[in-house]
Structures are given as structure tokens and as C-alpha cells.
């Protein structure tokens, strides 16, 4: 199986879940390398979403890409690519990834 890579476009299992967080099978991104997928079974990801809601900590996605919607940045978390049976579809361009970058640095005091 291919390692996923920073910006990896990616269907996975997000439950179990509590609260409001995002569950069921669903799109998301890959946040971190594939150097560290190398080490762990570990990654850390954002939930993709088709509802749009204009919040501060959604990302959009550019049409043409095998997913669709917006990351929600702010739903960050670590999950095991093995269990969650994560499955690479395509790859968000680098301007994506700033995004996300310029995001989360604020929410996490970076």
C-alpha cells in the first residue's frame, strides 16, 4: 500500500466519534509527510466537507480535484491509517496547504 504524503487526498473511516465532530466514511487531507508515515501508523488529518458554511476555519478545495468541498481545519486529528482504512484518491495543490498552514497556526498558537 502506498504511503500517504502531506496534502494526500484521502477517503477514510472517521468514526468512532463524539460530540460534533465529523463521522462515517468521508473525504479528508493528509497533514503530515510521508517520511513520518514511514515511522508510524499515525496520521493527522482534517475531515473534507460538502457543506460550506463560510466559516473562518474552512479551506476550500479547487474544482477539478477527484474530491470535492472544504476541509474543515479546526476538526484536526490523529488517527491510525490502518484502522481507519484510509484509501488515497489524488493530491491538493500547495496553495491548499498554506491555507490550512495560515489557519492553523493561530488556532494553535503557533
Not at 477539478?64 to 493530491?91: A, F, N, T
Amino acid at each position: 500500500m502506498a504511503l500517504p504524503d502531506r496534502g494526500s487526498l484521502v477517503w477514510m473511516l472517521f468514526s468512532p466519534q463524539a460530540g460534533s465532530e465529523q463521522a462515517g466514511r468521508r473525504p479528508g487531507i493528509v497533514l503530515t509527510t510521508a517520511a513520518y508515515h514511514q515511522r508510524s501508523r499515525l496520521a493527522i488529518v482534517c475531515p473534507i466537507t460538502s457543506r460550506e458554511r463560510g466559516w473562518p476555519m474552512e479551506v476550500k478545495l479547487p474544482p477539478g480535484l477527484p474530491i470535492s468541498g472544504v476541509v474543515l481545519v479546526d476538526q484536526v486529528k490523529s488517527i491510525d491509517r490502518d484502522l481507519r482504512h484510509m484509501e488515497i484518491v489524488g493530491v491538493a495543490p500547495r496553495e491548499v496547504l498554506d491555507d490550512i498552514d495560515a489557519r492553523l497556526a493561530p488556532l494553535l498558537s503557533l
